[in-house]
């Protein structure tokens, strides 16, 4: 299984959510955070996932 699929979801003032999909269908949905840094976390993810 691997991930196939991403998307972010910033919702203001500062909360970010992350969509999976995975080779298999499989859908998840996560938090990632780093208090008050959306924008810093956005980026650590889109570069983990790249």
Same mark, same amino acid.
């Given at each position: 299984m691997r991930? +196939? /699929?991403y !998307? #972010?979801?910033e919702v &203001? &003032?500062?909360w970010l959510? #992350?969509?999976l999909t995975t080779s298999d269908g +499989? $859908?998840?949905w996560? !938090? &990632?955070v $780093?208090?008050?840094r959306a924008k810093t976390v956005r980026t650590a993810v889109e570069e #983990? #996932? /790249?």
């Amino acid at each position: 299984m691997r991930i +196939t /699929d991403y !998307e #972010l979801f910033e919702v &203001p &003032p500062r909360w970010l959510f #992350l969509k999976l999909t995975t080779s298999d269908g +499989t $859908v998840g949905w996560g !938090e &990632p955070v $780093v208090e008050g840094r959306a924008k810093t976390v956005r980026t650590a993810v889109e570069e #983990l #996932l /790249d």
